[in-house]
């Protein structure tokens, strides 16, 4: 018999190199979740309607027979990450087996319900956009100018129409949660009569928006090609062109995820365009900006890691930048604005309320 004495020492080395090799292997949680989503596993468990045993499970995913106990360990990890839960049920023959269920994080990637965020998944777990982070050591050495492997994201985007296509379905799936988020915020709307929405190509947001607020003219502003075969509405218009050159007058500027795809210099320009679009409104006019803003002192692990994951893949593919507020106080500043106000009501986002 071997005793091994515990050395506190040893546990530290154990620790981290668990630890380690839990972030060298991380890649592996972005392409199982992929893989949920192309097996539909959320949707079959939904369509279920009650806790689902594997047996069950396996056979509505029409597996290859080699590839069952496979699937099980799949959702083990799953489960263990948070995306499945499990219960113990018995079956017929009096036998205990593992059911599972969805959970919140799963709920929201069920074909058909609103929020839904696989496209979202999809869009991130492409081999392109994980490709793209093997150059990250070159781009810090100067070796390459963007970290991309077939050009600049919007460079990408303009010339492939099924890229353009999943892009605009993850943005579209994204802008679903600010319905989420709307309920609570009503107040930022208030006393506006029309509102333009700036860089929004799926334009779920604006639509949104409309919908809620009927009496509220929407306008959607984005390049001409990506507003050229949108057909307006009720309350609702789209204008094609350069946020850099000018923006469509209107009492409020919306601009949600836009800020954090440009670094200050570029910024600076769109929000002093911004005002100039706002001027007519006098000081009730205002920029509304949702974007992520960075706590230097922040303990919600979750919401932490995700702007820090956001603020390098901006940086890395878009020259962009996730904000602490010191950096948003600065940048407003500069751009001539003499009062905000942050309202954190979209999760890992803020509403940005900047008046002149
Ligand atoms: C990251 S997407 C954000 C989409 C949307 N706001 C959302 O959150 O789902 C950036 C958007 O900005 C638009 N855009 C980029 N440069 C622009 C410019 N110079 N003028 C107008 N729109 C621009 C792009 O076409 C795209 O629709």
Not at 131 to 156: C, H, P, Q, R
Not at 189 to 210: E, H, M, W
Request: hydrophobic share 40%; aromatic share 8%.
């Amino acid at each position: 018999m071997c005793s091994v004495e515990a050395n506190p020492a040893s546990d530290e080395y154990f620790e981290a190199q668990a630890h380690l090799y839990k972030h060298i292997l991380s890649y592996i949680n972005t392409t199982i979740l992929k893989c949920a989503v192309q097996l539909r596993i959320p949707d079959i468990i939904h369509n279920h309607g009650q806790p689902i045993t594997f047996p069950q499970f396996a056979s509505t995913l029409e597996l290859h027979p080699t590839k069952s106990a496979s699937l099980e360990r799949l959702a083990r990890l799953l489960v263990h990450n948070g995306f499945l839960a499990a219960e113990t049920k018995v079956n017929e023959e009096d036998e205990e087996m593992e059911a599972y269920t969805l959970t919140p994080c799963s709920k929201l990637l069920v074909k058909g319900m609103e929020p839904n965020l696989a496209s979202m998944v999809l869009w991130f777990a492409d081999t392109g956009c994980m490709a793209a982070f093997d150059l990250l050591g070159s781009w810090f050495k100067g070796e390459v100018n963007i970290i991309a492997t077939e050009g600049s994201v919007w460079d990408v985007l303009d010339h492939d129409p099924q890229k353009l296509k999943s892009f605009n379905k993850a943005m579209a799936s994204d802008s679903q949660m600010i319905n989420v988020g709307l309920r609570d915020s009503k107040s930022i709307f208030q006393g506006l009569k029309s509102i333009v929405d700036v860089g929004d190509s799926p334009s779920t947001t604006c639509r949104i928006i409309a919908k809620a607020y009927p009496n509220l003219k929407c306008i959607v502003f984005d390049h001409p090609h990506v507003v050229a075969y949108c057909s307006a509405s009720k309350n609702l218009s789209y204008v094609g062109g350069n946020m850099f050159e000018s923006i469509p007058s209107a009492d409020a500027v919306l601009m949600k995820w836009i800020l954090h795809n440009w670094d200050d210099e570029d910024s600076l320009k769109v929000l002093k365009k911004c005002k100039e679009a706002i001027a007519k409104k006098g000081k009730e006019g205002k920029v509304i900006i949702i974007d992520a803003v960075i706590k230097e002192k922040e303990n919600d692990n979750d919401m932490t890691e995700v702007k820090l994951l956001f603020d390098v893949l901006m940086m890395s593919l878009l020259n962009g930048k996730e904000r602490t507020e010191k950096e948003w106080k600065k940048l407003l500043e500069a751009a001539g604005f003499k009062h905000y106000k942050i309202t954190p009501c979209f999760g890992f986002r803020s509403i940005i309320e900047a008046y002149p």
